[in-house]
């Protein structure tokens, strides 16, 4: 990736949570360290039952006032009401602030001198967060920036990125994403995975030092005496559709019992399909593992950029 490219994500929603106590209130309820973020920095997370399941995966930063988290439109407004149902006495207000805010991604060579200029400030570490009065921008894996901008002052800031960079489709973030090895759950794949099953303790997304939240017994005995079987993989498939999230894998080593699962996926530029699944480890190693049916496409594993905690 050489050009500098920026897309308007509108498939992504925003809650922001607010109150005295807000971050006692998120640190009970979220798979991250609520409590452990600095000011300055952003967290991947995950909201799971008490079962272990997870709900939704976000990313999560403070705000002046509170905290906002990004997840998918198509499930902000379930678990602002499921989280609302919890707030009981607490100083805590969430609402959905998807309209105030604009949400661009920018990437490519040199695309922080350019997020310098229409954000005012960009961020110099993965994770860190600047932000100013009108702007939140932040460094996210894959090399490329999320800008959250006050929606009066969208139209000078679109205007600047198309000024100086390619606009692409909200599909071009969704691979890049894919690329970065992060997950997000989709209504179709809700309550499918455990965190670990999503790389989430490899991307900082649990901490196994805090307290109790909701599906914490699991998740913690699946990392201190559980044996994972299943983890989540990018590939790459030659279909003649793209697949959906929740479509059905298939291994070798099990014929036709389904091996895992698609999470999600985006066109790449060759015609093939970029995706994040996942399998059995045991399917993995007997290899090859194919789309659908036992005879489908074949995915073609790919390297993942982070190393996946070993047991």
Same mark, same amino acid.
Request: charged fraction near 20%; proline fraction near 5%; glycine fraction near 8%.
């Given at each position: 990736?050489?050009?500098?490219?920026?897309?308007?994500?509108?498939? @992504?929603?925003?809650?922001? =949570?607010?109150?005295?106590?807000?971050?006692?209130?998120?640190?009970?309820?979220?798979?991250?360290?609520?409590?452990?973020?600095?000011?300055?920095?952003?967290?991947?997370?995950?909201?799971?039952?008490?079962?272990?399941?997870?709900?939704?995966?976000?990313?999560?930063?403070?705000?002046?006032?509170?905290?906002?988290?990004?997840?998918?439109?198509?499930?902000?407004?379930?678990?602002?009401? @499921? $989280?609302?149902?919890?707030?009981?006495?607490?100083?805590?207000?969430?609402?959905?602030?998807?309209?105030?805010?604009?949400?661009?991604?920018?990437?490519?060579?040199?695309? /922080?001198?350019?997020? #310098?200029?229409?954000?005012?400030?960009?961020?110099?570490?993965?994770?860190?967060?600047?932000?100013? #009065?009108?702007?939140?921008?932040?460094?996210?894996?894959?090399?490329?920036?999320?800008?959250?901008?006050?929606?009066?002052?969208?139209?000078?800031?679109?205007?600047?990125?198309?000024? /100086?960079?390619?606009?692409?489709?909200?599909?071009?973030?969704?691979?890049?994403?894919?690329?970065?090895?992060?997950?997000?759950?989709?209504? #179709?794949?809700?309550?499918?995975?455990?965190?670990?099953?999503?790389?989430?303790?490899?991307?900082?997304?649990?901490? =196994?030092?805090?307290?109790?939240?909701?599906?914490?017994?699991?998740?913690?005995?699946?990392?201190?005496?559980? @044996?994972?079987?299943?983890?989540?993989?990018?590939?790459?498939?030659?279909?003649?559709?793209?697949?959906?999230?929740?479509?059905?894998?298939?291994?070798?080593?099990?014929?036709?019992?389904?091996?895992?699962?698609?999470?999600?996926? /985006?066109?790449?530029?060759?015609?093939? =399909?970029?995706?994040?699944?996942?399998?059995? $480890?045991?399917?993995?190693?007997?290899?090859?593992?194919?789309?659908?049916? /036992?005879?489908?496409?074949?995915?073609?594993?790919?390297?993942?950029?982070?190393?996946?905690?070993?047991?």
């Amino acid at each position: 990736m050489t050009a500098i490219c920026h897309t308007v994500l509108t498939e @992504r929603g925003l809650l922001h =949570f607010e109150g005295d106590d807000a971050r006692n209130f998120l640190q009970g309820q979220l798979t991250c360290d609520v409590a452990g973020l600095s000011n300055d920095a952003s967290t991947f997370g995950a909201y799971c039952t008490p079962k272990g399941r997870v709900l939704a995966t976000f990313l999560l930063w403070q705000t002046t006032t509170g905290y906002l988290m990004q997840l998918p439109r198509a499930l902000l407004a379930a678990v602002q009401k @499921r $989280l609302s149902m919890y707030i009981l006495r607490s100083k805590v207000k969430v609402s959905d602030a998807s309209a105030m805010h604009a949400q661009l991604g920018v990437a490519g060579a040199a695309a /922080a001198a350019l997020v #310098e200029r229409a954000a005012g400030a960009a961020p110099d570490a993965q994770h860190k967060v600047s932000r100013t #009065e009108a702007c939140y921008a932040l460094k996210l894996p894959g090399d490329r920036y999320l800008l959250v901008i006050a929606r009066e002052r969208e139209a000078a800031a679109i205007g600047m990125l198309e000024s /100086a960079s390619q606009s692409r489709n909200e599909s071009w973030w969704d691979a890049l994403d894919i690329a970065a090895g992060v997950a997000t759950v989709l209504p #179709e794949t809700q309550e499918q995975f455990v965190p670990q099953m999503l790389n989430l303790d490899a991307t900082g997304g649990v901490s =196994f030092d805090k307290g109790c939240y909701p599906g914490q017994e699991i998740v913690a005995r699946m990392h201190y005496l559980g @044996r994972l079987k299943e983890r989540m993989f990018r590939a790459r498939v030659a279909a003649s559709a793209m697949p959906r999230p929740g479509d059905k894998i298939y291994g070798a080593d099990l014929g036709t019992q389904a091996a895992g699962m698609i999470a999600n996926a /985006a066109p790449a530029e060759d015609g093939t =399909f970029d995706v994040l699944v996942v399998a059995r $480890l045991s399917s993995i190693a007997a290899g090859p593992v194919r789309l659908a049916a /036992a005879d489908g496409p074949e995915l073609v594993i790919e390297q993942l950029p982070y190393a996946l905690p070993q047991k």
